[in-house]
């Protein structure tokens, strides 16, 4: 069955970093693009980036320039790194396949000094 499961997430200092990844199973990674979104406390779920089976990137107003979604197809995984981290950033992070409702188990990242 098809699976995301993503790595954990944590606490981190205004202006710091974090790499999110998303691990995947369960059906032909490369054949598929790739997303991330989030949500923070009392508002809908955001999406923040898209990357395609080809490797072209969308981002989210809010992240552009801070925010780098990569995959590594040999590893069916797909990645986030997040820099210039603000405490607006702070929400819990999913991993998604795109053009399905397959979802990762979430991740927080919190953004506070």
């Known amino acids: 069955q098809v699976q995301l499961v993503q790595s954990e997430g944590g606490l981190v200092q205004p202006g710091g970093s974090l790499r999110l990844s998303c691990a995947t199973s369960g059906f032909t990674f490369s054949s598929f693009g790739m997303r991330w979104y989030r949500q923070a406390p009392e508002k809908q779920r955001e999406f923040i980036a898209h990357i395609s089976n080809d490797g072209a990137t969308i981002y989210a107003d809010s992240v552009k320039g801070r925010f780098t979604i990569s995959r590594d197809n040999a590893k069916n995984t797909v990645f986030l790194q997040m820099n210039n981290l603000q405490p607006e950033d702070t929400a819990v992070y999913y991993c998604?396949?795109?053009?399905?409702?397959?979802w990762g188990q979430g991740t927080q990242v919190t953004v506070s000094s």
């Open positions: 998604a396949r795109s053009a399905s409702n397959y």
